[in-house]
């Protein structure tokens, strides 16, 4: 099916750093939203974005809904240990009455502390 | 194709009859789960199986709810006497044990 560009697909820095991935997409979309996956657990939602140009945080997090609703990115700050996992971009693509739920490819991250 | 592939994409349903979703997982991957995501709210677990292993229902909001799933492939996740809180997008994922899990685009419930 179709799929979201998600990059980078892997990232491996130091506690305390920056970090920061985004996803792109030839389709426009309502909707963006962002998942964080740990090993062995489900995806849990970490921020929802409904409009062009929407900033929004989740403590540490923030991530961006593109002006031309075709990409959205995330960053994390100053990471820590815990922030370890999969990230994951998913757009809903509300076109005509075919609502579907496009996914990235996801963004693993490592911390070393 | 080679995704998770779930049908319908889109249900619209009267309150009170029976729906089911299907879910068809990636080949060769033997666990799989379904979701359901209110939009807002985070995505909520329903049932999880592995193998032949007893499946892991302990998501299911009620016993109107209710997935089975044949041969270790394809499964179907049934709701009864629907409801309008039942309205939600039911996603479908499938991964090896331990692995990346892959999910599906989703089937649209609308219960009116």
């Known amino acids: 099916g179709q799929q979201l560009n998600q990059s980078p697909q892997s990232m491996f820095i130091q506690e305390g750093e920056d970090v920061s991935m985004n996803c792109t997409s030839s389709s426009i979309f309502n909707t963006w939203l962002w998942y964080k996956q740990e090993p062995g657990e489900g995806p849990v939602l970490l921020i929802a974005?409904?409009?062009a140009g929407e900033l929004t945080s989740n403590g540490r997090l923030t991530a961006q809904f593109g002006i031309t609703r075709k990409d959205s990115f995330l960053n994390i700050s100053a990471s820590i240990p815990s922030d370890v996992g999969i990230y994951f971009c998913a757009g809903i693509d509300n076109a005509g009455n075919n609502r579907k739920l496009i996914w990235g490819l996801g963004t693993s991250l490592a911390v070393n502390p | 194709g080679a995704g998770v592939s779930q049908s319908p994409s889109n249900k619209v349903t009267e309150k009170g009859k029976d729906v089911e979703l299907r879910c068809d997982p990636i080949s060769g991957h033997t666990a799989l789960y379904w979701y359901r995501q209110s939009l807002g709210q985070g995505l909520e677990f329903l049932i999880y199986f592995q193998g032949n292993s007893a499946p892991d229902k302990s998501g299911l909001p009620s016993d109107r709810f209710s997935a089975e799933r044949t041969g270790g492939s394809v499964s179907t996740l049934t709701i009864q006497r629907t409801q309008q809180e039942d309205s939600a997008v039911y996603l479908c994922?499938?991964?090896?044990?331990?692995?990346?899990?892959?999910f599906g685009e989703g089937s649209w419930l609308t219960v009116v």
């Open positions: 994922a499938s991964s090896f044990v331990g692995n990346t899990i892959y």
């Open positions: 974005l409904y409009k």
